[in-house]
């Protein structure tokens, strides 16, 4: 995971770009939630997927960063529903941004940190319901 990621920072304002375009196709209902420039929304993203891959190997640390995360988002307006829309975006979006590099190995390695991230962020919203 962390060779793909490196491979897509150099592309991050485009990646970004392709990443809510997709999203807003898959959610419409999402786009309303953002209200700052999508330009430094699309940066703010990609710095927390750097953290997140930064810190795999020490997941404790990512733990309350994402309870945090989810719990902002849901004063933002997020829905559980969208977690889905937006895996489903990030990896289309890493798809289409590494190519053949984006290989089924690299694939389920990001499927798997995004569900623990999801898991962990839902896990957070839900237990402050």
């Known amino acids: 995971m962390q060779d793909s990621f490196a491979s897509v ?3 991050t304002d ?5 990443f809510y375009r997709r999203l807003f ?15 430094e929304q699309g940066r703010k993203l990609f710095l927390t997927l750097a953290t997140v ?14 309870r945090e995360l989810a719990i902002r988002h849901v004063a933002y307006g997020a829905r559980e529903r969208h ?5 489903t975006a990030l990896m289309e979006t890493l798809r289409l ?25 839902l896990t957070a919203v839900r ?3």
């Not at 959610?27 to 953002?34: E, Y």
């Open 9 to 11: 920072v150099p592309i």
């Open 83 to 87: 977690y889905a829309a937006v895996g």
């Open 14 to 18: 485009v990646a970004a770009a392709e």
């Open 25 to 39: 196709e898959l959610a419409p209902d999402t786009r309303g939630l953002f209200t700052t420039d999508m330009a």
């Open 97 to 121: 941004g590494l190519g053949k590099a984006f290989d089924r190995d690299t694939e389920q390695a990001w499927l798997a940190a995004y569900t623990i991230l999801s898991d962990t962020m």
């Open 53 to 66: 891959v930064d810190a795999l190997d020490r997941l404790d640390t990512i733990v309350p960063v994402a």
């Open 127 to 129: 237990e402050r319901a």
